[in-house]
Antibody
């Protein structure tokens, strides 16, 4: 079964870091990218960054410059997103999604995890 | 990064046809980048609805169709059903050639579809 399973909800204090995992199964992990998208309560989807699961190349939105680290473990078919220096505004649902490259137009996201709720509160 | 503009809400009666617009700029849709659409029911993860501006993944009913022209794209839903009630997002790629660190995927603001 083709699916992505994300790690469970997290509660963190301001200034701490959180690391969310994203385990893929049912397809060749290294043939695709994994993207991270977050959604604050009642807000729109926001793209955070991605990793080429095969080569390990990464790119992230400048909004998260210096705070986000995206990695992967090909032996475990798992990608990770670590966000540091957390603040209350980072409270959101964090999704990982499989990225399929389309015709020199970047990626679309054809398989999504169910999301990981990260709450930042003192 | 630029944000794609969508109407906050649209509505229609069962059986009717509705369209959702997605307006970009010369750095994304207007630059020729394709648009992809997602459906997000309340409390659920997004689901791919249209890719490459007009292509449906297998399993998506042909009631859903997409188009693109100039700096805009549209999602049309015909034969509205109660189960179509959800938030809909467009997504594209935004290119900033003078500062590649600012390039990346962008989403629209989202449109809430209400089936009356």
């Amino acid at each position: 079964q083709v699916q992505i399973v994300q790690s469970g909800a997290e509660v963190k204090k301001p200034g701490a870091s959180v690391k969310v995992s994203c385990k893929a199964s049912g397809y060749t992990f290294t043939n695709y990218a994994i993207h991270w998208v977050r959604q604050a309560p009642g807000q729109r989807l926001e793209w955070m960054g991605w990793i080429d699961a095969g080569h390990g190349d990464t790119k992230h939105s400048q909004r998260f410059q210096g705070r986000v680290t995206i990695t992967r473990d090909t032996s475990a078919n798992t990608a990770y997103m670590e966000l540091s220096s957390l603040r209350s505004e980072d409270t959101a649902m964090y999704y990982c999604a499989r990225g399929s490259y389309y015709d020199s137009s970047g990626y679309y996201f054809d398989l999504w995890g169910r999301g990981t709720l990260v709450t930042v509160s003192s | 990064q630029s944000v794609l503009t969508q109407p906050p809400s649209v509505s229609g009666a069962p059986g009717q046809r509705v369209t959702i617009s997605c307006t970009g700029s010369s750095s994304n849709i207007g630059a020729g980048y394709d648009v992809h659409w997602y459906q997000q029911p309340p409390g659920s993860a997004p689901k791919l609805l249209i890719y490459g501006s007009e292509n449906r993944p297998s399993g998506v009913p042909d009631r859903f169709s997409g188009s693109k022209s100039g700096t805009s794209a549209s999602l049309a839903i015909s034969g509205l059903q109660a189960e179509d009630e959800a938030d809909y997002y467009c997504q594209s790629y935004d290119s900033q050639p003078h500062d590649n660190s600012r390039s990346g995927s962008v989403f629209g603001e989202g449109t809430k579809l209400t089936v009356l």
